[in-house]
Structures are given as structure tokens and as C-alpha cells.
């Protein structure tokens, strides 16, 4: 399995589902089967070129020798006869969320394993509908959703308001965080950020803003124990396990219509429309008015998601590779 994103100054979401995949696919092993990690560093098999050749190298189609069965959790590595994760496809729905480099490089390697790649594994059917839409796929597609971690704890942080809205992600323009900021000014909440500052110099700076940057799974667990409401106005997503992590510990969600959010919440949280700032504000308002009237679906429905169920998802997408 291919870790390099581990390594990268800013891991994100794709990060974390590496991290978490890594051991499942481990302890999931079929018989027969095992688990070696390969990237630039801190890996069982170091790749020993500097991470930007490497990355250089796999955009054009030439990469090291890894062996017939290579899973790449991100298109970070489109190689060919590999299993790829492609999580989302915002390079096309939404590229004025990204930079002009970063949509042409992910059109690009994303392009490349839909043509080349044994398979592909997306985490959502919403991803699999739009992926359709955007690029030729030529190879088979399983939806394999993600895992959710169950960051439980059983104190509140004392450092933080008795009350707040909580927003968990990396800090760029595609998440919806300035209207958050806009959202909970109006309603007079506090509102407190954890995660990286990304790109796009988004500046989330406000008198009732807590900025906590990225935080271990202890203090996010403690966090979320403090929240009123967990909230999620992303623009486009294409899993988003903040919702989930907050459902399985008993913290009420609002979410935007996003179909991937949609999708993965089931009904279980509240839904707003994307980039309304009304609609954001009252969603939020009912929430705080009653946060406990969805917190028993949001847990039923975070438990159907494992990180076992993920890996054995991926393990029968390279058995299938490997008939």
C-alpha cells in the first residue's frame, strides 16, 4: 500500500483515511495475503527519491516497480494495474475551489486511472454518478464507503465556551467556513475551527472564532464532547467523516445539500443549501434550539460505518482484480 500521503505537509482528509485504512487492511488480510507500506519515508519499503520527483515521476506515467498489487489510497499515484482511490471529482464540479495547478493536476492523474488503473474504489455513489459524468472510466468502480473513528470522551474541554458550533476540516474555500463565520456572528455563538489553514488565504479570524489548528484525536474527542452542534456547509465533499466522527459521539450535525453529504448522513442530520447563508443560519438556529433531536439517529447511523467494512470493500476490489 502506498502511504506517501502521510507525509505530505498538509495530509487532510485523504491523510486520515490512510492512516485509518493502513491497519484495517491489515487485520482484514484475506489468507495468504499481507500488508507492505511503500513511500518516501517512513515506510516498510522507502522509496529513495525526493517526494517531489517521486510525485514528478508518477504524473508522467513512470513510476518505480512496486509489484503486481499495489492499492494507492489517493490518485497521488495512478499507476497502472493498481487499485486507486479517487475520492471525490471537485477538480470538475468545483474548480474555483481550487488552484488552476491543482485542478489540472488532479484532472490529470484521475483521468489517467479512470483509463488505467485495474479499478477504482470511490466512497460514495454519489462520487461513482459524477465521476461517470466527468472523465471516460474505463475500468470497474466500487463504492466502498469510508470508515468513521469513534473519538469518544468522557470530558469537556475547559478551555473552550460551554456552548459552540464546531467545524472540523482543512481550512480552504470549498468547505464553507466563511459563511460559517458569517452564520454564527449573526446568531451570536460562539464558533470553533479545528484543522490545518490550507490554501486560498481563507480568513476565518472573528472576535467569536476559536482557531484550534490540527489538534490530536484526544483533543478532537474532547471537542466534539463540548459541542452543541457539529456544522458542515461544504460546497462539495465527497465522503466528509466529520460528520459521521461527530454523529458516533452524540453531537447533532448540520450539513449542506451536497449529494455526497447527503448521501452519507442518511437522513440523520440537518440539511441546509450550499453557499446560503440563510439557510445556514436557520438550519443552525433549529439545531441549538433542540440539539438532541437528532442525536439518536446520527448515532444509529454512524454505526453502520467500520473501518473493517472498508478494507474488506478494498480487499474484494483487488480480488476481483486478481481473477
Not at 529513495?48 to 509489484?67: D, I, Q
Request: charged content about 20%; proline content about 9%; glycine content about 10%.
Amino acid at each position: 500500500m502506498l502511504t506517501e500521503q502521510l507525509n505530505a505537509p498538509v495530509p487532510g482528509g485523504t491523510g486520515r483515511y490512510t492512516a485509518e485504512l493502513l491497519p484495517a487492511l491489515a487485520k482484514t488480510a484475506p489468507d495468504g495475503w499481507s500488508v507492505t507500506t511503500a513511500a518516501t519515508a517512513r515506510a516498510d519499503r522507502v522509496i529513495r527519491v525526493p517526494r517531489r520527483v517521486l510525485v514528478a515521476l508518477w504524473e508522467r506515467g513512470l513510476p518505480p516497480g512496486l509489484g503486481p498489487h499495489v492499492h494507492a489510497p489517493t490518485p497521488l499515484a495512478p499507476l497502472p494495474g493498481a487499485v486507486v482511490t479517487v475520492h471525490d471529482v471537485v477538480p470538475w464540479t468545483h474548480p474555483e475551489t481550487l488552484t488552476p495547478r491543482g485542478v489540472a493536476w488532479h484532472r490529470k492523474v484521475i483521468s489517467r486511472a479512470a483509463r488505467e488503473a485495474r479499478a477504482l474504489v470511490v466512497p460514495t455513489q454519489a462520487v461513482a454518478s459524477q465521476l461517470a459524468e466527468c472523465v471516460r472510466v474505463e475500468v470497474p468502480v466500487h463504492v466502498v464507503p469510508n470508515g468513521v473513528t469513534r473519538l469518544v470522551s468522557a470530558s469537556r474541554p475547559d478551555d473552550l465556551p460551554p456552548s459552540y458550533v464546531l467545524a472540523v476540516g482543512t481550512i480552504e474555500p470549498r468547505k464553507g467556513f466563511g459563511l460559517l463565520v458569517r452564520a454564527t456572528e449573526r446568531l451570536r455563538v460562539p464558533l470553533v475551527v479545528v484543522g490545518p489553514q490550507g490554501w486560498g488565504d481563507v480568513d476565518l479570524r472573528a472576535p467569536h472564532v476559536t482557531l484550534l489548528g490540527r489538534v490530536s484525536d484526544e483533543r478532537l474527542a474532547s471537542v466534539l464532547a463540548g459541542a452543541t452542534v457539529l456544522a458542515a456547509p461544504s460546497l462539495a465533499e465527497g465522503f466528509g467523516l466529520p460528520v459521521l466522527e461527530a454523529m458516533a459521539a452524540g453531537v447533532p450535525v448540520v450539513h449542506s445539500d451536497d449529494p455526497a453529504l447527503v448521501e452519507v448522513a442518511g437522513g440523520a442530520g440537518t440539511v441546509v443549501r450550499r453557499g446560503d447563508l440563510a439557510s445556514l443560519t436557520e438550519g443552525l438556529r433549529a439545531v441549538l434550539a433542540d440539539p438532541g433531536h437528532t442525536v439518536s439517529a446520527g448515532r444509529t447511523r454512524a454505526g453502520e460505518f467500520t473501518w473493517e467494512k472498508t478494507a474488506e470493500g478494498v480487499w474484494a476490489a483487488h480480488a476481483a482484480r486478481a481473477d
